[in-house]
């Protein structure tokens, strides 16, 4: 079993996805409250529309900040879908970052943690 790092407790818990360049605020919560999860020393989950998915993270440093950097395969309405990701905490708390599905679209996002 994984060691759980000092990176990796600093994004522990659930955070709510309150934006997206690409999606619209509506869209997001389509199926369940958008949020990004992380568990243990690499766990974790996305949900956002109709997309879900499951984590698997590294943690590190970025330009002097935490990072988790990720990738992820679930399903996108009832299509198999995967992609990858990064965020880093940034100001006033929040998680800032970018996800990317595989030969689909991709954003920005900002999340607040729950």
């Known amino acids: 079993m994984a060691k759980v ?7 522990a818990g659930r955070w709510r996805i309150a934006g997206m ?3 619209d605020n509506e869209f997001l919560d389509l199926v369940e409250e958008a949020h990004l999860m992380f568990e243990g020393a690499a766990d974790g989950e996305i949900a956002f ?9 590294r943690y590190g440093a970025r330009d ?3 990072c988790a950097e990720f990738s992820c395969e ?4 009832t299509d198999p879908a995967c992609g990858r990701g990064w965020a880093v905490i940034g100001a006033a708390g929040r998680l800032v970052g970018h996800f990317y ?14």
Request: hydrophobic share 40%; charged share 20%.
């Open 49 to 57: 529309g109709a997309v879900k998915g499951f984590l698997d993270v």
């Open 74 to 77: 679930g399903h996108d309405d």
């Open 64 to 66: 002097g900040s935490a």
């Open 5 to 11: 790092t000092a990176f990796a407790k600093a994004f």
């Open 101 to 114: 599905i595989h030969n689909g679209d991709d954003s920005g996002f900002v999340c607040e943690r729950n």
């Open 21 to 23: 360049g690409t999606w």
